[in-house]
């Protein structure tokens, strides 16, 4: 498991610690949504204690476009006020809950995170690829590449350290019979070093008489 | 469906069964009229240009989710008329789905080359592999730009797009298993203004290479690079270059297509950031008396599939014969491409003796005043392996000066033409009689003359196509015989006085 959960107030209910700890999740408790840098898997908010901080924090994860999904811990007495909330959670579970329904509802939340919410990014040090919306940035500033850059600047960074050769490169990215050869794999890594910047133009490296690499081989790391 | 549409093609191209590609697409792809219409022209009637087409979809799919995903304000479909202006028409995103599918209809009768008898209406059809954003756009409402191909309302390629001429002649290439790389030396002058009333100041009185406090434009240039690199155009060298003013980017090679719309780019890149400080870039071939003109010379090499076709290691030149071939090529046609290399009354000015530029039909090794040059390569490097032609200038089409010279190299090749010897002496120095009885043909000296070449020349209609060679013959004359009827301040001062 890599990013934590977040998890509301600060600190949470000792039963939902446990939880948690028991089902081996990475989490963070926080006191606002302010705090929290980086990236999370889903929050989880603990309702009961103070209704409308705990509101407040899943409008402000709103705001700040995070898009995680949140499970709400909320008491039945209190249902009613989910209310014209839709738009702030995507699961709730009723306290008192009971330990078995809670891990089931973490475990789903886990998944929709995995599946269906988070974007499928390709990351190496500065730069992000987002598969999904095709968008590429260095450094948090967006590259602005064309479609046969962006595809084979992901191929390539798909893989950091491994070598390709042109011939690979050209078949995987091109199609295995495109008329260009492989000199149009040069050109494109060099209009790609371009963009990337003198700073990150070395991201690609020429591997004499091979062909090229992405980063740093598993070797320099 | 584009790469599975593509795959077919090409392997039926390889095979030599091309004619039963269109059978075969249409019972394969049944419901894919459209496409196979679009390839038609391209690919079945000349045999060949598809080949350079990426399968679209999916790049049109990543032109619009870009646009969609960068908040994408205004795009800007380009188009280069005959006389290589480029032309611009703004749109929505919203209609560049629409766009893509069908083309933006537009009047053409009021853009040069592009008006016919009956028909004006035309189609711009952009080309989704050439979508930038433009860097000096507004981050807050970004732009973007993309190359058109021009159609007619009914499909096929319109005869007068220049971008079409450029797709055929690359896909006669093709077609004898080789791509075309080019790599320009782009040369322009900065001004203090623009207006031909008043006198030219140049910026500085810098000098070839200099780095010195003379050179104010530097960080002018510098600037032009990075935003030229920021669209995707590797700049391989740029300094001050002989004349007052005058500076030169060097492009690093690339397909010729690209190189061609590269160009285009590079004039507007040039020209804005000058005017941002309120000067002025010209890329007039010749503005000032007395110093060297800006020419475009232009590198070039054929490649067959991954291997220089130009490189020959057992031979004493480094030359294959293809390379032989083609240089054969170029000079035998040399006088009939001309009008189109050089097709300003201004650029015969640059064309004289003296100021670097060749005048004479030669070529060489290392000798400067030649038409074609062969660089020495390093070893090593043999895939660089190239040749230089050196008449064209930076006010000509690309388009259709790439689409020339590798008309006029390629039926070297294909005919087998021999090479006649390297010119060894220093042509510059030559009278005109010295040289005729040496056996080097002279460029032509003058527009005109230039003009009564390329009428006579079957190559040339076949390049451009009729359309153009008609066109721009009636344009150009017509601009040679405004030009012979102007007074020059030259004549005044010569004959004023004395006659």
């Known amino acids: 498991m890599t990013e934590p959960l977040l998890v509301f107030p ?60 949140v499970l709400l811990l909320i008491s039945g007495a209190r249902l009613d006020e989910l209310e014209m909330r839709d738009d702030l959670y995507t699961d709730f579970c009723l306290t008192p809950f009971h330990q078995r329904e809670l891990e089931a509802r973490l475990a789903h939340l886990v998944w929709r995170s995995g599946t269906a919410l988070r974007p499928e990014l390709i990351e190496y040090g500065p730069l992000v690829l987002n598969v999904e919306t095709y968008q590429a940035t260095i450094t948090g500033r ?34 295995y019979d495109y008329f260009g050869g492989a000199r149009t794999v040069d050109v494109h890594v060099r209009r790609l070093r371009a963009k990337l910047g003198e700073e990150h133009a070395g991201l690609i490296t020429t591997v004499r008489s091979v062909g090229y690499r992405f980063g740093l081989s598993r070797w320099e790391r | 469906m584009g790469s599975s549409l593509i795959a077919p093609l090409l392997s039926h191209k390889r095979e ?59 795009i800007r479909l380009w188009f280069t008329d005959v006389l290589g202006q480029l032309k611009s028409v703004a749109i929505s995103p919203a209609e560049l789905a629409d766009a893509f599918d069908e083309g933006l209809q537009f009047d053409g009768s009021a853009i040069d080359g592009f008006s016919r008898v009956q028909e004006s209406d035309v189609l711009a059809v952009p080309d989704a592999s050439t979508f930038e954003l433009l860097p000096w756009a507004d981050p807050e409402e970004p732009s973007g730009r993309v190359f058109c191909d021009i159609r007619n309302p009914d499909g096929t390629p319109f005869e007068g797009d220049p971008r079409w001429v450029m797709r055929r002649s690359l896909a006669k290439a093709a077609e004898m298993g080789y791509t075309f790389y080019t790599a320009p030396e782009v040369e322009f ?48 060298y740029s300094f001050h270059e002989d004349s007052p003013s005058q500076h030169e980017i060097d492009l690093r090679y690339t397909e010729a297509l690209s190189m061609a719309d590269n160009v285009m780019t590079l004039r507007l890149v040039v020209r804005k950031l000058a005017l ?53 090529g170029l000079l035998h046609h040399a006088r009939e491409i001309t009008a189109v290399t050089n097709q300003l009354v201004n650029s015969y000015k640059r064309l004289v003796a003296g100021d670097e530029a060749p005048t004479f039909v030669s070529w060489a090794r290392n000798n400067r005043s030649a038409l074609v040059r062969v660089p020495v390569v390093k070893p090593g490097k043999e895939s660089s392996t190239r040749i230089e032609y050196r008449a ?26 021999e090479l006649p010897p390297e010119a060894a002496a220093d042509l510059y120095t030559m009278t005109r009689g010295q040289a005729r009885t040496k056996g080097f043909d002279e460029l032509p000296m003058s527009l005109s003359e230039a003009l009564d070449v390329l009428e006579e020349s079957p190559l040339m209609v076949d390049v451009l196509g009729e359309h153009i060679h008609e066109w721009f013959l009636r344009n150009k004359r017509a601009e040679f015989a405004e030009y012979r009827r102007e007074v020059t301040p030259f004549e005044l001062r010569r004959y004023m006085n004395t006659w």
């Open chain 2, 276 to 328: 941002d400080r309120d000067l002025h870039a010209t890329f007039m071939p010749k503005p000032l008396n007395g110093v060297q003109g800006s020419g475009m010379h232009t590198h070039m090499s054929l490649f067959e599939n991954d291997v220089n076709a130009f490189h020959d290691a057992g031979d004493d030149y480094g030359l294959s014969k293809t390379a032989k071939a083609f240089i054969a």
């Open chain 1, 10 to 69: 600060d600190p949470p209910p000792p039963e939902l610690v446990r939880t948690l700890d028991l089902g081996g999740y990475n989490w963070k408790a926080v006191g606002s949504a302010q705090e929290p840098e980086g990236r999370w898997l889903g929050a989880v908010v603990a309702v009961d204690e103070n209704p409308e901080d705990a509101f407040g924090f899943c409008r402000s994860l709103n705001r700040r476009g995070l898009d995680i999904p």
């Open chain 2, 16 to 74: 030599g069964h091309f004619a039963s590609c269109q059978s075969r697409v249409s019972r394969d792809f049944p419901d894919c009229e459209r496409f196979v219409n679009v390839t038609n022209g391209l690919a079945l009637t000349t045999g060949g240009g598809a080949l350079w087409w990426s399968p679209m979809e999916p790049q049109k799919d990543y032109v619009l989710r870009t646009v969609e995903e960068r908040g994408v304000r205004l």
């Open chain 1, 142 to 175: 967006p590259l602005d590449l064309t479609y046969m850059e962006y595809e084979l600047l992901k191929f390539l960074a798909s893989s950091p350290g491994k070598v390709f050769t042109r011939e690979t490169l050209l078949s995987r990215v091109w199609g």
């Open chain 2, 392 to 417: 064209l200038d930076s006010a000509a089409n690309p388009y259709l000066a790439f689409s020339a010279v590798l008309a006029a190299g390629l039926k070297g090749v294909q005919e087998g033409y």
């Open chain 2, 189 to 236: 002058f900065y001004f203090r203004h623009g207006d031909p009333d008043q006198p030219l100041t140049p910026l500085d009185n810098a000098s070839y290479f200099d780095l010195t406090t003379a050179d104010v434009a530097s960080p002018l240039r510098k600037r032009t690079i990075t935003m030229l690199e920021a669209m995707g155009i590797p700049v391989e």
